[in-house]
């Protein structure tokens, strides 16, 4: 059974670089999508990006100058850094896996919280 | 302001069909592009639902079900439980900038 875990700092101050990790466990990351998702509090998904096995990227247009995904298969985690946050990107954000690039995410971290506050 | 435009919220009465509408446009499911659908419990990630407009993964009951036409795409539930209260998201891709993947707002299901 495939698992996610994200992990990384949970504050971070107006106008630094947000950066998690995913971790997965259970399979392997070749020929999978893996994306990144995030969520306001009361509010809907937002999709932010997703990177392929090969290390192909896809972004949101509307955080597109802002983000990087990378990834490291040989130590199954993928990354996020999203930069000059502000309080807008305070949400709970999930990892997830696209299982062949069709935008569906069939396996999910339970999501990590980040603050966004000096 | 979501891509895909969801009611915020739909009611049954348990044992009711209820359906859940997601609209698009001419980029997204318009375009032919497939939708997909998440069931939220409180407290926990988005768990999928229906994927590819109408298949249901394994474990997934069959009294959901998705439909697609045109600009639009549902979700329908049927026997309403007590335990299908939830936030439903839809998801499709749109073509626009290059193309990326979007989502509906969320749909908050009360079961009465």
């Known amino acids: 059974q495939v698992q996610l875990q994200e992990s990384g700092p949970g504050l971070v101050k107006p106008s630094e670089t947000l950066s998690l990790t995913c971790t997965v466990s259970?399979?392997?990351?070749?020929?999978?999508?893996w994306t990144w998702i995030r969520q306001p509090a009361g509010k809907g998904l937002e999709w932010i990006g997703r990177i392929y096995s090969s290390g192909d990227t896809n972004y949101n247009p509307s955080l597109k100058s802002r983000v990087t995904m990378s990834l490291d298969t040989s130590k199954n985690h993928f990354s996020l850094r999203l930069t000059s946050v502000t309080a807008a990107d305070a949400a709970l954000y999930y990892c997830?896996?696209?299982?062949?690039?069709?935008?569906?995410?069939?396996?999910w971290g339970q999501g990590t919280l980040v603050t966004v506050s000096s | 302001q979501s891509v895909l435009t969801q009611p915020p919220s739909v009611s049954g009465a348990p044992g009711q069909r209820v359906t859940i509408s997601c609209t698009g446009s001419?980029?997204?499911?318009?375009?032919?592009?497939?939708v997909h659908w998440y069931q939220q419990l409180p407290g926990t990630a988005p768990k999928l639902l229906i994927y590819d407009n109408i298949n249901r993964p394994s474990g997934i009951p069959d009294r959901f079900s998705g439909s697609r036409s045109g600009t639009s795409a549902s979700l329908a539930i049927t026997g309403l439980q007590a335990e299908d209260e939830a936030d439903y998201h839809c998801?499709?891709?749109?073509?626009?900038?290059?193309?990326?993947?979007?989502f509906g707002g969320g749909t908050k299901l009360a079961v009465l």
């Open positions: 998801q499709s891709y749109d073509s626009r900038l290059g193309g990326f993947v979007v």
């Open positions: 997830a896996r696209d299982p062949d690039g069709s935008g569906y995410d069939d396996y």
């Open positions: 001419s980029s997204n499911i318009g375009a032919g592009y497939d």
């Open positions: 259970g399979g392997s990351m070749s020929d999978y999508y």
